[in-house]
């Protein structure tokens, strides 16, 4: 299985953006990148995904390195709410295997 | 949006009686659906993939006798923890996507918490 790398924790302060660093350096040409993120005692919940281009939504932005090996998960003002557990997870054949993830925490 | 539920949100047994955990996408319909256990300060592990109609697909080291998935239809799967032991005890969490979408998110549940005694 191809594996991403993230750092095990980031803190940020309130109202300042994030960037969450994602390595995948043995990602084939047809994975997916998703992200999700998991608050204590709950299901993942789903934050952006991506192939190539660059992406936005509401909750956040993906940025995706041109040969496909990094990505960053941008939030443009993180929130208290958005302290979570953050997994960047290659879609492998529909599969998604888990890593560590990046635990963040917001300071006020 | 997409909704999963699951049931129950949390349980306690006794140690060699089994439990049942109901996964249901509410507003489409799943041909596959996935169950994870995640250990407290872990991360989720897959445990096996969920095809209606057929057999799971288990991951490596997953025992599919002591887990048993049924699929049914293409909005219900459910998982069986059978015999639990105290070492079952855990956050088993399952998900879905839409029929024929294989790159689109996954929907999660909200987990069942297991306490075996």
């Known amino acids: 299985d191809a594996k991403t790398t993230q750092p095990n924790s980031m803190e940020s302060n309130e109202e300042e953006p994030v960037h969450l660093p994602c390595n995948h350096s043995?990602?084939?040409?047809?994975?997916?990148i998703h992200w999700y993120r998991q608050l204590p005692s709950q299901g993942p919940e789903y934050v952006i995904h991506?192939?190539?281009s660059n992406v936005n939504n509401r909750m956040a932005s993906l940025a995706i390195a041109e040969d496909r090996k990094s990505s960053t998960l941008i939030l443009h003002r993180a929130t208290l709410r958005d302290a979570a557990v953050y997994y960047c997870?290659?879609?492998?054949?529909?599969?998604?295997?888990f890593g560590q993830g990046t635990e963040l925490s917001v300071k006020p | 949006g997409a909704v999963v539920s699951q049931h129950p949100s949390w349980v306690i047994c006794k140690s060699g009686t089994s439990v049942k955990i109901e996964c249901r996408s509410l507003?489409?319909?799943?041909?596959?659906m996935f169950w994870y256990r995640q250990f407290p300060k872990q991360s989720l592990m897959l445990m096996a993939t969920?095809?209606?109609?057929?057999?799971?697909?288990?991951e490596q080291g997953v025992e599919k006798d002591k887990f048993l998935i049924n699929h049914a239809s293409l909005t219900l799967s459910t998982l069986t923890v059978t015999s639990a032991h105290p070492e079952d005890s855990s956050f088993y969490i399952c998900?879905?996507?839409?029929?024929?979408?294989?790159?689109?998110?996954?929907?999660f549940g909200n987990g069942t918490r297991l306490t075996v005694t």
């Open positions: 997870i290659l879609n492998q054949g529909g599969k998604l295997i």
């Open positions: 998900s879905a996507r839409e029929t024929g979408a294989t790159n689109s998110p996954l929907h």
């Open positions: 991506g192939l190539t």
């Open positions: 969920s095809n209606e109609g057929s057999k799971a697909t288990y």
């Open positions: 043995t990602i084939s040409g047809t994975d997916y």
């Open positions: 507003d489409f319909q799943a041909t596959t």
